[in-house]
């Protein structure tokens, strides 16, 4: 490479590193409008109630006798008073903690997994994954509903291990009784809000909004960038990922929206999630609306920064709300709304066994054809063969290679065959180069009178492209591999990060800020395996000299795109690269077949 495509690659470097940093000062973020959505904890703190005279309840107007429904008090405070009483019912797998202020679900506690794995593990006490927290709207709590709960103060019981009520009585002739309740399976929660009319008057129960609880971080390292909501409509999930964070284009960011709303009476299950965890809601009736908004949550103390650096320095959440139709209560009688709740992992087997369509939460989208069968394949290998997970990764980008080596061989050759037939094209563009469409009519014949067809060259990787996008798909959402090991890797899930240089946090891309430089070992061997690749695929001759030196030097950009990517990703690509050197070899040593003599007014210019 000479000094000239040096110089070319650096600059372009530099700019990719310098984007981000520059594109903050040019673009700054704009801060959340004013109000509930953009507050911290502190006011979300309870049931997330405001005062009635900023947002009184609706009116319902009178309808052939029927009553609306009286408020409970003439002033409601923001969030009740006195200390919240909790308890919980507890699986195997799950910690369901009710609280008093909403009566809803504070939080769940996911036992059967702990909420920092691999390297963030060491010195830590085995916390279990937190859904949902104790700052944030309790799940299946009313939203600002005070003609409908007053404080919102519920009194708990307890009557047995499996179940547990919640119960309010209003002064206007309410009677709110909520009951949860375990079911068989250990990430399932049964729930009924029975809204009991004890007036004397048919009373109109306005649309009822309950929250679906929030997305939230798995730890305070988690970056955030996979949090989403869901909602299914009764044949696809909607999912909703990119108002959250919204990373914009090449590092640029953008400013993402503060709410979400979809639905049109068609929701039939909502859910709140990160990379590995789901709180998902399943209504007895399918909800009118289901709206989110992107809550910023108290950034990390500097005392908290010194003793854990490499926390999240802007963490958020994403609440959801989901929107039912109301009705009239007749004297004596019950509105009764009915619900299931899922807390826990996003596996996808585990998930496709409960209906409906709870499994479209793992976001495969149009390549889950691809995605579903390579997951079962790398379980099967794992739990059958008793392969580590990341030999099974290894077994799998083997079998792939090996059922497209044809058509890679195909490819191979083609491009092979391109670069013979360079100085016979470059011939042609030096002779009609002032004359386009003579230029493009005699490089056809050329290509049609040696055999050379140049389909072959690009076909057979567009038709594993798909393939490849499925198993990073799954991989990327594979829970199974959280917390698994792989040689030095203690987490295939997460970057394979062996030490951290101080003080190059500041590096954008590749540090990470109060805490340093990772050396991350995969993406090095990745790069390195991607150079090789590049340094063996004959160039286009098409392709201008330094845009050639450009794409055999370019995998160094991508180890700025891809450090910090998790080990599993990183070691699946190098396999991938391994894999395609060797074949390029095999394919290299073998002759290509005789082709058509070439047209002899054809032969390279002289110079």
């Not at 309840?57 to 052939?64: D, G, I, K, S, Y």
């Not at 990341?390 to 050759?413: D, E, H, N, Q």
């Not at 991508?558 to 391994?578: H, K």
């Amino acid at each position: 490479m000479d000094r000239k495509g040096i110089a070319i690659l650096v600059v372009a470097f530099a700019l990719l590193l310098g984007l981000q940093p520059l594109a903050k000062l040019i673009f700054p973020a704009k801060p959340l409008p004013p109000g509930s959505t953009n507050a911290g904890p502190a006011s979300l703190a309870g049931t997330n109630r405001v005062p009635a005279q900023t947002n009184p309840a609706p009116a319902v107007p009178v309808l052939n006798g029927v009553q609306p429904l009286p408020p409970a008090t003439t002033a409601v405070p923001a969030a009740p008073a006195g200390p919240e009483q909790q308890t919980f019912l507890a699986t195997k797998a799950a910690r369901w903690v009710i609280g008093s202020h909403g009566g809803g679900i504070r939080h769940v506690e996911v036992l059967s997994h702990q909420a920092f794995t691999g390297r963030l593990a060491k010195g830590r006490s085995n916390a279990p994954v937190f859904l949902n927290g104790d700052s944030l709207p309790p799940a299946l709590s009313l939203q600002n509903a005070s003609a409908l709960e007053g404080d919102g103060v519920y009194q708990l019981q307890k009557p047995d291990p499996s179940t547990v009520r919640a119960e309010k009585t209003l002064p206007n002739g309410l009677r709110i009784v909520r009951e949860y309740r375990l079911t068989t399976n250990d990430h399932l929660l049964h729930a009924t809000v029975r809204i009991e009319n004890r007036t004397s008057q048919v009373l109109a129960i306005p649309p009822v909004d309950w929250s679906t609880g929030s997305a939230t971080l798995m730890n305070s390292h988690d970056k955030g960038d996979m949090l989403a909501v869901d909602w299914y409509n009764g044949s696809k999930a909607v999912q909703t990922p990119g108002w959250i964070s919204a990373p914009g284009f090449l590092c640029i960011p953008s400013n993402p929206r503060s709410e979400y709303k979809g639905g049109e009476g068609n929701v039939v299950w909502a859910a709140v999630q990160n990379q590995f965890f789901a709180l998902i809601t399943l209504p007895e009736r399918p909800g009118r609306e289901f709206s989110a908004t992107r809550t910023l949550l108290p950034v990390p103390t500097a005392e908290s920064l010194r003793t854990d650096p490499g926390q999240n320095t802007q963490p958020i959440a994403v609440s959801g709300v989901l929107r039912q139709d109301g009705g009239n209560v007749e004297p004596g009688k019950s509105l009764d709304f009915k619900f299931t709740v899922y807390a826990g992992p996003k596996e996808y087997f585990s998930l496709s066994r409960l209906q409906p369509a709870f499994d479209q939460t793992m976001g495969y989208g149009i390549f889950g054809f691809f995605a579903k069968p390579l997951l079962l394949g790398m379980n099967f290998l794992h739990n059958t063969a008793g392969l580590p997970y990341g030999w099974c990764i290894v077994v799998i980008t083997m079998f792939i290679k090996l059922v497209f080596w044809p058509l890679t061989a195909v490819s191979t050759r083609s491009m092979k065959r391109m670069a013979e037939l360079g100085p016979q094209l470059q011939a042609i563009r030096d002779k009609y180069k002032d004359d386009p469409k003579r230029l493009n009519e005699k490089t056809l014949l050329f290509m049609r009178e040696s055999g050379y067809n140049p389909v072959a060259g690009c076909l057979p990787m567009v038709v594993q492209i798909p393939v490849f996008i499925g198993f990073f798909t799954m991989l990327r959402s594979a829970i199974e591999l959280r917390g698994a090991s792989f040689f030095w890797c203690p987490d295939l899930s997460a970057a394979d990060t062996l030490f951290v240089v101080p003080g190059l946090g500041f590096l954008p891309l590749l540090g990470i800020p109060g805490l340093g430089l990772p050396l991350n070992l995969m993406p090095l061997f990745y790069v390195g395996t991607a150079l090789w690749q590049t340094h063996l695929t004959p160039a286009s001759p098409q392709m201008d000299p330094a845009q050639q030196k450009i794409m055999r030097w370019m995998p160094l950009m991508f180890l700025a795109l891809f450090y910090n990517y998790s080990a599993g990703l990183t070691l699946y690509w190098t396999v991938q690269n391994l894999l395609s050197i060797l074949q390029t070899k095999l394919t290299s040593t073998k002759p290509n077949t005789p082709e058509p003599a070439k047209p002899t007014s054809l032969r390279p210019a002289k110079r």
